[in-house]
């Protein structure tokens, strides 16, 4: 009989030979391009260690086991102790300490670290390995037992909660009481005596709230932790992040166990964060902050306010600086940092702790910045021939450039100043004050817009950070929670803003001799830190300075040209400053919706016959010849793709009785009869109903006049002396036939133009490929046409049967769950519709060699359906006037990618 049947279940993926690697001077393991296995702290430590670097010593549990982890349910396999137990030894024999050890303890921190920096995501814990027996020792060994206390209380605060899963405000109440009553300003003041106290509550508390004592053992500590580490991958801020941020849950975080070093230790002893440039602004000077006598989180955390690294920026607010407090380790630091921008050539975001007038570095990862701080720093670090202008455009990320294309504060508008405070994050916006994150997610879905006031912001608000406009804090620094998750948004920050008065109680900001409520109307401007009341006038975006230098250099790279998808001269003014290269896609029915024009369109719907149709025709003509004139003068020469009408006619009409009988009264005509003709309009699936060209199979005239005055305006600026090539574009094309047809009619009525005017002028008539009949018969089709144009938005419709009007409600689930790796109507369904896209392009092309062909729906301003389109060899993406320079980006990423690939 067998007896031995093992429960545990085998891992589903299999065990990787090695998962802990070890990091010390001398003897790294790792390095910076094993980020995927070490995560991106764990492989910069080796890197930095290898450098040369001060770094405590300490390994990396590899990513690969936060998936064992997950799949265990959730525990950590057995298998995976001795490897850790070994390089632990290993860190004992470097620091010359025992872990656990009574007499002089060695300490570790156990700190999580992904592929992708999360900031504030994960919980680090520092002075793992202390219990009542180890603090003693600490205290004897250091001769300090002030520092060894507040070590001790440190690490319960952060164990009980990261692990033990407690409410961390309890124990911080405690602390607060504690200060209180005996009028205590700082953390510091407090004496050993009072920290044995609190150590004392500490643990009776957590007893109390969780029924659990205090673990004592430090190998039971670290095993609680690293689970802890591998568990906080799955927390709901962490999805959350990852889902803002398309990081895939499959990555996992390793885990980093380090010797301590020791921030704490009194006056020459401190912990700080630095960029080596400005993450802001971009401009090159070495900033960050810094707290003597502090641990870990606490700058980030803003419990003091942090004081400025250099004596230059410490000048304008009177603080005193690392370069003053410091001096050695401050040039220690200064050498260091430099040395690491030229290794990583990129921007660095790093941490360090000081322990009695020696430096460590905890930390460096390419620092985020905002989108006109990388166009800055990308210039700069060409003219310092840090990298090429090729890398240059290959580290810009499209998408943030959204961020320089809103519009910004009108600095010539009134405005009433309330406060000011610093400078966290760039952006111009207004909205109602709220001072919860709870209430920001509401307020944003009831179609809000909000401001998040907040004393400081914690990663509990990551969700009401994400619904606000923008964000105003009264404490903390620019490396704050606030500051660094804002500019990883690219949204508007303020933060540190003392002179504003949150009272979450009455939610209330006083500031100034003012008391806003819950729902007043602030402007942020987050460049300058000012607060104002009210809305502040905004003006729009201009291309100028790096943004324009970056443009310039995308342009010499890129294959794909960018057009834009604009109806109204302004729009097409918009697209041009900002490098549109035509027009892509001219919507005509936007044009029948003006005020002046609509019941003309109407009357057009409703006739009972050709006359009376041409009648109401007739009456249109001029205000499109006009519409389009204008358009073209704009374009001045550059190609201008104009599609005739293509929305179901049920769209025009009025839908409830009383439109109807106004609508009756002022075109003449009897109300039954109106109303029983808008019904006979109704169809079931207009989506797939009577639009699009089938509109002119059956009532050719409307195409005939709308050929007309697009050939009657490009006679008139020919006359002029402008140069101009129409292209006109026929929408919803399944058959070659229905091509065929309308091709004739539309060049009898140019003809007809051009006789009657006896000017001659170039055009091309081409079609919309949007439905997949068309792609699929893209060979006949294209013998009838002189461009394809790609309409994705309905080409997604109709190849996933998928309505974007009615998705809503499930798509999101499809998302999340990955069975849509993406949102289809957002960025390109490579698989499918891409398929029909690269189908359609190839036969077309093999009837007509040099058939023109570019893609005008939502797609175009997709920077990763943007490369998808030169991989298929398209020759434009059009996209709306905003998304332009993010087209000119992502086109030229493509180019160089492709050529890598290559
Ligand atoms: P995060 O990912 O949130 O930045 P970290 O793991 O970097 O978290 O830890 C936060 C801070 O804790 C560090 O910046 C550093 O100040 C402190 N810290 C981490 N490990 C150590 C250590 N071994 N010695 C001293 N301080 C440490
Ligand atoms: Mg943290
Ligand atoms: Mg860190």
Excluded at 117 to 142: C, F, H, R, W, Y
Excluded at 772 to 798: H, K, M, V, W
Excluded at 819 to 825: A, E, S, T, V
């Amino acid at each position: 009989m067998q007896t031995n049947v093992s429960t545990e279940e085998k891992p589903k993926t299999t065990i990787p030979q090695k998962f802990v690697y070890f990091f010390a001077a001398g003897e790294s393991e790792g390095n910076a391009g094993m980020k995927n296995i070490l995560g991106g702290k764990g492989a910069n430590l080796a890197e930095m260690t290898s450098l040369g670097i001060p770094v405590p010593p300490g390994f990396t549990i590899s990513t690969e086991i936060c998936t064992h982890y997950s799949e265990a349910g959730g525990k950590l396999p057995e298998w995976v102790r001795p490897a850790v137990t070994a390089a632990m030894a290993k860190v004992e024999a470097k620091i010359g300490k025992k872990f656990g050890d009574v007499k002089d303890p060695l300490l570790v921190s156990v700190r999580s670290g992904a592929r992708a920096s999360m900031p504030g995501m994960m919980d680090t814990i520092l002075n793992l390995g202390l219990n009542d027996q180890t603090v003693e020792g600490l205290a004897k060994s250091s001769n300090n037992p002030r520092f060894a206390w507040d070590s001790y209380r440190r690490f319960i605060q952060m164990y009980s909660d990261v692990v033990m899963g407690m409410n961390s405000s309890l124990l911080e109440v405690t602390l607060e009481d504690l200060k209180e009553e005996k009028h205590y300003k700082l953390d510091t003041e407090m004496t050993v005596d009072d920290l044995k106290i609190l150590v004392k509550k500490f643990k009776d508390l957590v007893h109390q709230m969780t029924g659990q004592s205090f673990p004592a053992d430090p190998w039971e500590q670290l095993w609680g932790a690293v689970s802890a580490v591998f568990s906080s991958w799955n927390t709901p801020r962490a999805i959350t992040y990852r889902e803002l941020h398309s990081i895939p849950a499959s990555w996992g975080t390793a885990v980093n166990v380090q010797s301590m070093v020791f921030g704490n230790m009194g006056d020459d002893s401190a912990t700080g964060v630095a960029f080596t440039r400005n993450p802001s602004t971009g401009e090159k000077a070495f900033y960050g902050e810094f707290l003597i006598n502090a641990q870990g989180e606490d700058v980030v955390a803003g419990i003091r306010t942090p004081q400025p690294i250099t004596k230059i920026a410490a000048a304008a607010s009177g603080q005193m600086s690392l370069e003053e407090a410091l001096p050695h380790a401050y040039n220690q630091l200064v050498e260091i940092y430099k040395k690491l921008e030229a290794h990583y050539r990129d921007m660095q975001d790093i941490e360090f702790t000081i322990e009695k007038g020696t430096l460590w570095m905890l930390q460096t990862r390419n620092g985020k910045r905002t989108a006109a701080a990388a166009l800055k720093i990308a210039c700069d670090m060409i003219d310092e021939k840090l990298i090429t202008e090729q890398e240059a455009i290959l580290r810009l990320e499209p998408s943030a450039l959204d961020q320089l294309l809103h519009p910004t504060l009108d600095p010539k508008a009134q405005k009433t100043v309330l406060a000011k405070g610093l400078p966290a994050s760039p952006g111009g916006v207004n909205g109602q004050i709220v001072f919860s994150s709870e209430e920001a997610v509401e307020w944003k879905e009831q179609g809000k817009k909000v401001i998040l006031v907040r004393v400081e912001t914690s990663p509990e608000d990551i969700a009401g950070m994400i619904a606000a406009q923008g964000i105003l804090t009264s404490r903390g620094g620019m490396t704050s929670h606030a500051a660094v998750v804002a500019r990883g948004m690219g949204k508007c920050c303020v933060a540190g803003c003392g002179d504003v008065d949150v009272d979450y109680r009455n939610e209330t900001m006083k500031v100034k001799g003012y008391v806003l409520k819950k729902g007043d109307v602030i402007t942020l401007d987050g460049s300058t830190g000012e607060v104002y009341l009210g809305e502040v006038k905004t003006i729009e975006p201009k291309l100028e300075g790096t943004f324009e230098r970056i443009m310039k250099i995308a342009d010499g790279v890129r294959k794909l040209k960018v057009r834009t998808n604009a109806d109204t001269p302004k729009d097409a003014q918009t697209a041009r400053n900002f490098g549109a290269e035509g027009i892509g896609l001219c919507r005509t029915e936007h044009m029948f919706f003006g005020p002046d024009r609509i019941d003309a369109v109407r009357e057009m719907i409703i006739a009972d016959n050709k006359t009376e149709r041409e009648r109401a025709l007739a009456k249109l003509l001029p205000m499109q010849r006009d519409d389009f004139y204008q358009l073209f003068k704009i374009m001045d020469g550059l190609p201008v793709t104009i599609r005739l009408l293509d929305p179901p006619l049920h769209e025009f009409v009025p839908h409830t009785d009383e439109e109807t009988k106004d609508l009756a009264k002022r075109i003449g005509t009897d109300f039954e009869r109106l109303r029983s003709k808008v019904k006979s309009l109704h169809e079931f699936n207009p989506m797939l109903g009577h639009r699009g060209c089938r509109l002119a199979i059956t009532y050719p005239e409307i195409y005939a006049m709308q050929v007309r005055a697009i050939a009657e305006a490009a006679c008139q600026l020919i006359s002029e002396g402008k140069k101009l090539i129409p292209e006109i574009m026929i929408p919803l094309i399944a058959t070659d036939k229905e091509l065929d047809t309308l091709r004739v009619l539309t060049v009898n009525e140019v003809k007809k133009v051009q006789a009657e005017k006896g000017i001659k002028f170039d055009y091309q008539v081409g079609t919309m490929i949007e439905l997949p009949r068309a792609a699929i018969t893209a060979d006949s089709i294209a013998e009838y046409a002189d461009f394809f144009s790609f309409g994705t938005n309905d080409l997604t419709q109709t190849t996933l049967g998928l309505s974007r009007d009615d998705s809503g409600r499930f798509l999101g689930t499809y998302v999340s769950t990955g069975i849509l790796p993406k949102d289809p109507f957002m960025s390109i369904d490579q698989q499918g519709v891409g398929s029909l896209v690269r189908m359609g392009t190839d036969l077309g092309r093999r009837t007509k060699p040099h058939l023109k062909v570019g893609v005008c729906g939502e797609h175009g301003g997709d920077p990763d359906s943007i490369e998808f389109f030169h991989r298929v060899g398209l020759d434009y993406v059009s996209c709306s006037p905003f998304r332009v320079p993010i087209a000119r980006l992502a086109a030229a990423r493509a180019a160089l990618l492709g050529k890598k690939l290559h």
